[in-house]
């Protein structure tokens, strides 16, 4: 059924979430790993978290143009 498809995919989501902040808590250098945190959280409409994690982005590599 429709809901609990929509169910799995939103937890899907919030492993991938905890996936790429575990990542970034083993390498905080990775911008790769903020900058899709980023696009996930601004996808999941949780835009607060997604600016601080582009921010982040920008802060390790201001060179990669998609995390502006």
Not at 35 to 57: K, P, T, V
Request: hydrophobic fraction near 45%; aromatic fraction near 10%; proline fraction near 3%.
């Amino acid at each position: 059924d429709n809901y609990r498809t929509f169910s799995d995919k939103s937890i899907l989501k919030g492993e991938i979430v905890a996936n790429f902040r575990k990542a970034m808590e083993l390498n905080p250098q990775d911008d790769f790993a903020a900058l899709n945190l980023g696009r996930l959280l601004l996808n999941l409409q949780d835009y607060d978290n997604s600016i601080a994690a582009l921010d982040q982005a920008i802060a390790i590599n201001p060179k990669r143009a998609w995390s502006y």
